[in-house]
């Protein structure tokens, strides 16, 4: 008998206890770091920040594709329900490419040039269009665990910068069309879209280098949660969104 799916409250709890053990775990990762551990890094810590920026106008334009299905586009929750608090309606949408190291084979063949980049990123473990509605505001949150670290790409930015901004602990952040922007996502974090158009940016989440005793940490822990329902669940849910819409294909 699976309870967790008998007992959504208790698979709740059981997630909800997962994500403050993985964070009670920070400073040892923290000590293995082989990059900054700061709320907003430097991108010249990433050596491939600079390919991944070229790429702009080729993710930007298949992006185009996306953008004119929007209703065939899952909001965040109906993907993982999880993040339910934060996502609400429609107004947070993503198309995903990557789902904890897993290739959507289906989305990648709609954006191949955009999946091509992606398959050469280095450990890479998601990665979706971000697309936030006009007026919208994500509540402060906090990512699970710091083996992994957060990457932006700008794609669709509104134009004026006060209208629309990412804040890391205490640093705002402003997007900009094809600048990458990477931060560590366990610091409280929030977005704000007070514009009147679209912000896109793709979302990526990858392995934070670390040192060998770091490195074997985070593989065995990322296995972990990979066989857990914090992943599991994203996958079956956007296997069944694909199903059920065929013009995604």
């Not at 083996?147 to 932006?152: E, L, T, V, Y």
């Amino acid at each position: 008998m699976n309870l967790t799916k008998q007992q959504p409250h208790l698979r709740e709890k059981i997630i909800q206890i997962g994500k403050h053990t993985l964070r009670r775990v920070g400073d040892f990762q923290a000590k293995h770091s082989l990059v900054g551990t700061q709320p907003v890094l430097d991108k010249r810590e990433f050596t491939w920040a600079d390919t991944l920026e070229a790429a702009y106008p080729k993710i930007n334009q298949e992006l185009d594709r996306v953008l004119g299905n929007l209703d065939d586009v899952p909001a965040f929750h109906q993907l993982s329900p999880d993040q339910k608090r934060i996502s609400k309606g429609e107004n947070w949408k993503t198309f995903a490419f990557y789902i904890f190291g897993q290739r959507v084979a289906e989305n990648c063949a709609q954006c191949p040039d955009t999946a091509a980049v992606l398959d050469d990123l280095p450990k890479l473990q998601n990665a979706f269009f971000s697309i936030l509605a006009p007026r919208y505001h994500i509540p402060p949150h906090r990512g699970p665990t710091r083996a992994i670290i957060r990457c932006h790409l700008g794609l669709r930015v509104p134009a004026s910068p006060e209208a629309c901004w990412l804040r890391v602990d205490d640093t705002i952040c402003h997007w900009q069309p094809g600048r990458a922007l990477f931060f560590d996502d366990t610091y409280e974090h929030e977005v704000y879209n007070n514009s009147d158009e679209v912000r896109v940016v793709l979302f990526l989440d990858f392995n934070r280098p670390m040192d060998r005793t770091g490195t074997i940490f985070n593989n065995l822990l990322l296995k972990a949660l990979r066989a857990s329902a914090y992943v599991k669940d994203p996958l079956a849910n956007l296997a069944r969104w694909n199903a059920t819409h065929p013009h995604q294909k």
